[in-house]
């Protein structure tokens, strides 16, 4: 039962992990948008 508590927080930790790359992804795609749209 202890085992599976570890798994299901690991797991969520992987999961928050995963969108917080995801969210600085969008940032930095966003940006690069945003200059490409300025200098054009």
């Known amino acids: 039962m202890l085992s599976l508590k570890l798994l299901i927080l690991y797991y969520n930790a ?8 995801v969210k600085a992804m969008n940032k930095v795609l966003r940006l690069g948008i945003l200059v490409r749209l300025q200098t054009n």
């Open 14 to 21: 992987q999961v928050s992990e995963v969108l917080a790359n």
